[in-house]
């Protein structure tokens, strides 16, 4: 069974830090993506990446960057915390090939900037 | 990009009843993969069921089904004998044949009622 860990499932951090959001997948997938989950938006792609080093913009990705240096892992970094990234991050994890194979999700990270 | 969309923010639906959650999204594509996903109260993401267009045939997985209308444009999930366990918010999600982006709607929040 696929198992997607993420580091944290509670963070609380000060506007103006360095956050690092790490997420790890155990499946060999080449795909690895960062959502944000707010009430009433749904989720929406910050980042993802289809191979190590690199990545690829989602919707919404002003205020993050991403790091993938193995294939396991990928870690979200919120440059300079504001507030308005408080929210509930998602990483998942898909096969490249096989376009009907679906996303395994982690179980979240709550992050709040005070 | 593809854009998925989700009419019913809340449904409910007594114990050993049957309810309908509604998905249409809009594409150009003939080629892709739809999925519905489960998200528990504070718990992970699941898939529920998937379908893939070129396929008539609805997708059905133990009490989940799907009504799945191409020309529509529509892809519907039926939960029949609802138990309390189904209680969670649904996503309904796209992925296109060529691409490795998943389009989520901004959910369904269903309550199973004793």
């Known amino acids: 069974d696929v198992k997607v860990t993420q580091s944290s499932r509670y963070l609380v951090k000060r506007t103006g830090e360095k956050v690092f959001l790490e997420c790890v997948q155990d499946?060999?997938?080449?795909?690895m993506f960062w959502y944000r989950q707010d009430p009433g938006l749904g989720l929406r792609l910050i980042y993802f990446s289809y191979d190590v080093k690199m990545k690829e913009k989602g919707d919404i990705p002003e205020g993050y960057s991403v790091s993938r240096e193995k294939k396991e892992r990928f870690s979200l970094i919120l440059e300079s915390a504001s507030t308005n990234q408080t929210s509930m991050y998602l990483c998942?994890?898909?096969?490249?090939?096989?376009?009907?194979?679906?996303?395994?999700f982690g179980d979240g990270t709550r992050l709040s900037i005070l | 990009a593809q854009t998925v969309t989700q009419s019913q923010p809340e449904m409910s639906v007594q114990e050993a009843e049957t309810v309908t959650l509604s998905c249409t999204y809009d594409t150009s594509e003939s080629d892709y993969y739809l999925f519905w996903y489960k998200q528990p109260p504070s718990r992970q993401m699941i898939l529920v069921i998937r379908q893939e267009a070129y396929k008539q045939q609805n997708a059905t997985e133990n009490r989940f089904s799907v009504n799945f209308q191409k020309a529509a444009k529509s892809f519907s999930l039926k939960i029949s004998d609802s138990q309390l366990g189904d209680a969670a918010m649904y996503f309904c999600?796209?992925?296109?044949?060529?691409?490795?982006?998943?389009?989520f709607g901004t959910g369904t929040s269903l309550t199973v009622i004793p």
């Open positions: 499946m060999d997938h080449e795909n």
């Open positions: 998942a994890s898909s096969l490249f090939q096989g376009r009907n194979q679906p996303q395994h």
């Open positions: 999600a796209y992925r296109s044949a060529f691409g490795n982006q998943f389009y």
